[in-house]
């Protein structure tokens, strides 16, 4: 797995306004379902959609890639989409400030990701 997927993703949650992007790398840990984490969280569920719609659409027209599964679009509360060596988590900013994922996986190398 390269990172230009990462970097797709992080695109594509920026280009919709998703704060504070996140990539946290599992493989250190051993025990994760998947390769990386990658996070963002957004102030609305309109959103929280529109960044998951947004990723999908250019992980499969810059890397043709489909996503797995995904679960949480009928609420757009907490949206995760998997691609087996990447899951991404679209939260909605008072979830994420709730589950606190990060600090749950506190060992993982964290790369963060600003708008250029």
Same mark, same amino acid.
């Given at each position: 797995?390269?990172?230009?997927?990462?970097?797709?993703?992080?695109?594509?949650?920026?280009?919709?306004? &998703?704060?504070?992007?996140?990539?946290?790398?599992?493989?250190?840990? &051993?025990?994760?379902?998947?390769?990386?984490?990658?996070?963002? *969280?957004?102030? @609305?569920?309109? *959103?929280?959609?529109?960044?998951?719609?947004?990723?999908?659409?250019?992980?499969?027209?810059?890397?043709?890639?489909?996503?797995?599964? @995904?679960? &949480?679009?009928?609420?757009?509360?907490?949206?995760?989409?998997?691609? &087996?060596?990447?899951?991404?988590?679209?939260?909605?900013?008072?979830?994420?400030?709730?589950?606190?994922?990060?600090?749950?996986?506190?060992?993982?190398?964290?790369?963060?990701?600003?708008?250029?």
């Amino acid at each position: 797995m390269d990172n230009k997927d990462l970097k797709i993703i992080a695109d594509a949650m920026l280009e919709k306004k &998703g704060q504070n992007v996140v990539s946290l790398d599992l493989r250190v840990i &051993g025990t994760a379902i998947s390769d990386y984490f990658i996070v963002c *969280n957004a102030d @609305s569920t309109t *959103n929280v959609m529109a960044i998951a719609d947004n990723i999908e659409d250019r992980m499969l027209e810059k890397a043709s890639r489909k996503v797995l599964r @995904s679960q &949480g679009k009928e609420n757009a509360i907490w949206i995760i989409m998997d691609y &087996g060596d990447i899951v991404v988590h679209v939260f909605q900013t008072q979830y994420r400030d709730f589950y606190r994922l990060e600090d749950l996986w506190a060992d993982a190398e964290r790369t963060d990701y600003k708008d250029e």
